[in-house]
């Protein structure tokens, strides 16, 4: 249960509304929006619980193989059933309540609950239940595991626990057209991370590279900011643009250079090109010339996150005798390490509260998008 209720005071109003300003005169969130526990429990009950979350691409989910995830006090199985249609449910029996499943994946033909043995099919029929054939007018069928509403955009795969279900398209209608075909990408690589910061600290450090020349050695020396900002792009749901790759590299890796081919479909005009995207809240969506790559944030408490990297690539290359996406996945490693360790220390000093708001440099306008979202959200509860 929620531990305190969370009601603004007119100060704090006053601060969300400077961070709506126009970006030139905006103010940053102040601290309380990263340290506030009650803050953070109605994030969990009308934000996130009430949105569509992205859990990953839809390749990360083979057939029987059942995944969970933890949103908050909710537990969701994700399985993908015989006839190959992926489903979510919540991880609960319909006998006594029970977590179903505590491992944080599992296969086989069924989940079967640890107290009294009830066990169910992929695809959330109810299979066995031990001695229940004595019960007068129990019917099997009358007690499938509760579904939650699921739905994929791009290969990408979104859950909505408790919010309006016809919702999604209105997140990323008018997200621009990003050219390569996602959907058929294979995972390469998955590796999950536990911070100790806000999730919005993890939002406001993806959204600039106003740090990276001081903090990323290796980044900055492969890509540089885009020469102009006309292609940077943001929406109801979602903020972006391109940066540009340093003459003589072509990917994001150790060695920035690679003999992969580009993704489908990806423009000519993006040649040199890298992209970068979040989708409010939870997914940061990183597009270069050859592979692809996901941060998932789950949000475990106001200070602490979990985040899960994917790195997909297209199937012919993952099926080459040569393939190894080792020099992409240990410079994001490195750098992901050095983003996080910038965050906690984000966090640390938030902490004692005194922070009431800060200037935003003109690199920052994907911060500001993001900040004003969230800042318009909370400022109408």
């Known amino acids: 249960m929620p531990s305190n209720n969370f009601d603004l005071s007119t100060a704090q109003r006053a601060q969300l509304h400077a961070t709506c300003a126009d970006f030139s005169s905006a103010?940053?969130?102040?601290?309380?929006?990263?340290t506030d526990p009650a803050l953070f429990d109605r994030e969990l009950r009308e934000l996130l619980s009430c949105r569509w979350?992205?859990?990953g691409h839809q390749a990360g989910f083979e057939p029987g193989e059942v995944r969970r995830v933890d949103i908050g006090v909710h537990s969701l199985l994700l399985s993908r059933a015989g006839d190959g249609q992926l489903r979510a449910f919540r991880n609960v029996c319909r006998h006594r309540g029970t977590r179903l499943v505590g491992a944080p994946n599992c296969s086989g033909p069924l989940m079967v609950c640890p107290y009294h043995g009830w066990s169910y099919e992929l695809d959330g029929t109810l299979r066995a239940a031990p001695g229940m054939e004595e019960v007068a007018c129990f019917e099997r069928a009358d007690h499938p595991l509760r579904e939650v509403a699921l739905d994929t955009w791009n290969g990408l795969v979104f859950v909505n626990i408790d919010g309006p279900a016809a919702n999604r398209g209105e997140s990323f209608d008018d997200f621009p057209a990003i050219g390569p075909e996602l959907a058929d990408l294979r995972l390469a690589g998955r590796e999950t991370y536990e911070v100790n910061a806000n999730w919005?600290?993890?939002?406001?450090?993806?959204?600039e590279c106003y740090h990276c020349a001081g903090a990323h050695r290796r980044l900055?020396?492969?890509t540089g900011p885009a020469p102009d900002n006309s292609r940077q792009a943001s929406g109801g749901g979602f903020t972006g643009g391109p940066m540009m790759l340093r003459p003589g590299h072509n990917t994001m890796s150790t060695s920035g250079s690679t003999s992969r081919r580009p993704l489908a479909g990806w423009p000519a005009q993006d040649d040199g090109?890298?992209?970068?995207y979040h989708l409010f809240p939870n997914l940061f969506l990183s597009l270069v010339p050859d592979y692809v790559m996901l941060h998932l944030l789950t949000?475990?408490?106001?200070?602490?996150?979990?985040v899960e990297t994917q790195w997909l690539f297209q199937a012919e290359e993952t099926e080459r005798a040569d393939f190894d996406p080792t020099e992409v996945i240990s410079f994001w490693d490195e750098t992901n390490k050095q983003d996080w360790e910038l965050c906690e220390a984000a966090q640390l000093g938030h902490a004692d509260g005194s922070f009431g708001g800060g200037v935003y440099h003109p690199a920052e306008k994907c911060v500001h998008d993001f900040d004003r979202w969230y800042a318009r959200w909370l400022s109408a509860r």
């Open 53 to 55: 979350l992205c859990v």
């Open 273 to 276: 090109l890298v992209h970068y």
């Open 299 to 306: 949000p475990l408490s106001v200070d602490r996150v979990a």
């Open 220 to 222: 900055h020396q492969l």
């Open 200 to 207: 919005k600290l993890l939002g406001d450090n993806y959204n």
């Open 27 to 34: 103010r940053t969130l102040p601290s309380w929006v990263f």
